[in-house]
């Protein structure tokens, strides 16, 4: 009463899938939301960490890295780095690298400050850059240093009160040919 060929089963039509265990679903729910949820809280404070370390002022603040030297040669770099502080918060960052040659010909400095006191300004930096760099030598004294310190600060001070007038560091060129304008013959 066998017969010799086996036949196949035939599911039911339509096929609906395997049926949902019960209670497991919403606990699997809850714990995948709790999670990206604190995945989500947790990536948003690094991102506030990271943005508040970026916003605050590092060692280039105005704040000395050492004690203010008292000596003349001290007190002419301690100006130097007001001008140059000065500059990198009016201008950018970019200006940190910037030496006393390429300060002379920048057009965006000439045209905030004008012709006259940038050249008063490269002169100051000139002479600081000398007594940075140049050996001192044992004839140097103290009180031609003076005499030209007292001679400086007043200047410098106009300078910095000139660099630091406008308030967003952007000055808009009015002139292109201001900007390729070399010297005159």
Do not use: Y
């Amino acid at each position: 009463m066998n017969d010799a060929v086996p036949r196949a089963l035939v599911p039911p039509r339509p096929n609906l899938g395997p049926e949902p265990r019960l209670g497991d679903q919403p606990v699997v729910e809850a714990l995948l939301a709790a999670g990206a949820l604190a995945s989500l809280v947790l990536g948003w404070f690094c991102w506030r960490l990271v943005r508040r370390r970026r916003a605050r002022p590092g060692p280039s603040s105005l704040a000395p890295r050492k004690p203010p030297d008292a000596t003349p040669r001290g007190q002419f770099v301690a100006l130097s780095d007001s001008i140059r502080e000065a500059l990198i918060r009016q201008f950018g960052t970019a200006w940190r690298a910037k030496t006393t040659e390429e300060l002379s010909a920048d057009a965006q400095l000439a045209h905030a400050l004008g012709r006259e006191p940038l050249q008063e300004l490269i002169r100051f930096l000139d002479q600081v850059d000398h007594l940075k760099f140049a050996p001192e030598r044992s004839n140097h004294h103290d009180e031609s240093l003076q005499q030209a310190l007292a001679t400086w600060t007043p200047q410098v001070a106009d300078l910095l009160k000139k660099i630091q007038a406008k308030r967003d560091g952007r000055f808009k060129m009015k002139n292109a040919s201001f900007r390729t304008a070399g010297p005159k013959n």
